[in-house]
């Protein structure tokens, strides 16, 4: 059976745009494969060094928001980033193998370090050591479970890319030790806002949370951005460009055609068309919500899940790192 590894920072609740970027066909993939599913805290603390308790608090957060999405903890191992001592390990011996130069060229890094100077100054003080070096640490969380399939959404394949290389040169140097590990983008890589930006995210502040309350969730779709040039509920639209009809196909409406046409001929409006929207979305999340209340109330099986996921992972990171050292040379008094 093939290795799966992937993950998310703690640094939020999940949304739509996760799920229907990645938590969805993780739940599905979960069945094939042997499953790792990081909650990534060593990582948000690149960016969140001083805020160490809203890094916890997520890593809570985010674990019910796997399980209540259907990630069953007898098919993944769902564990804790920073308690495999091994991956900061591998992280030092995978660090030789990668230059500078090479980490700012990463397009998403460079993207994330342009962020960063333009809100902490120009002069590069806010790009740290740590920040600069995640795609390096990631590829350690994906090499100590020797994965082989690696399910992320678009702004994650540079990392992959750069755990590949990393990889094959460890494997050149030191022999065959790791599987190159191979992304897997899915369905829809990047899911769109409701306000029209393309991107789903927290920092634009545009996210349906899982979590969402019937009228949370209403107020933020009667706010979707819809055709401009429709001004009148009668007027004809072209759906193409309306974020509600975008929504109503991820969530999979089934008179989808219908939407379409009447959207189309001008035989529907938009507060209509909001409204239908946002009751399948509340109906859509209705189990999901259920199974999070169910695991809100017992955080003692929360807490088991995930010491018996992360305990799992380590089992597996420990025979990794074996081989690890006898191919580096550093298997003393073994
Ligand atoms: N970088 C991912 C994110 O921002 C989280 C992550 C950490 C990850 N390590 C990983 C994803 C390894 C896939 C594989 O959400």
Redesign the pocket.
């Known amino acids: 059976m093939k290795t799966i ?5 703690p640094t939020g609740r999940l949304h739509l745009g996760h799920y229907f970027g990645s938590l969805e066909n993780r739940v599905k993939m979960q069945y094939d494969y042997d499953t790792y599913i ?1 909650i ?1 805290d060593v ?1 948000a603390l690149t960016d969140n060094f001083n805020n160490p308790k809203k890094v916890r608090d997520n890593v809570r957060e985010v674990a019910l928001d796997y399980l209540a999405a259907g990630i069953d903890p007898k098919q993944s191992h769902i564990y804790i ?1 920073s308690l495999i001592p091994e991956t900061a390990e591998l992280t030092v011996y995978f660090s030789n193998l990668v230059s500078v130069s090479r980490l700012f060229r990463n397009p998403t890094t460079k993207f994330e370090v342009a962020q960063k100077k333009e809100l902490f100054g120009n002069d590069g003080e806010s790009i740290t050591y740590g920040f600069l070096g ?1 795609p390096v ?2 590829a350690a ?2 090499a100590c479970v020797n ?1 082989n399939i ?1 399910p ?2 678009e ?2 394949l540079p ?2 890319e750069q ?1 590949r290389e990393i990889v094959r040169k460890f494997n050149k140097i030191y022999g065959d030790t790791f599987n190159e590990p191979e992304a897997v983008l899915s369905k829809n890589p990047r899911i769109k806002g409701l306000d029209g930006n393309e991107k789903m995210s927290k920092s634009l502040n545009n996210c349906i949370y899982l979590s969402d309350d019937e009228e949370t969730i209403t107020k933020k779709v009667m706010d979707a951005k819809t055709d401009p040039n429709k001004l009148r509920k009668d007027d004809p639209a072209n759906p193409d460009i309306c974020m509600v009809y975008y929504y109503h196909q991820l969530i999979k409406n089934p008179n989808i055609e219908d939407v379409c046409s009447e959207c189309k001929k001008g035989e529907r409006g938009c507060v209509f068309c909001k409204k239908e929207l946002a009751r399948n979305i509340i109906e859509f999340l209705k189990p999901i919500q259920e199974r999070r209340k169910y695991y809100e109330d017992r955080p003692d099986e929360v807490d088991r899940i995930l010491k018996e996921g992360t305990e799992a992972t380590k089992k597996k990171a420990e025979e990794v790192m074996k081989r690890v050292r006898e191919n580096m040379k550093l298997d003393y008094f073994e």
């Open positions: 590894l992937t993950g998310d920072r990081l990534a990582q980033q995640y640490s990631q969380d994906i994965a690696v992320v959404g702004d994650q990392h992959l755990a």
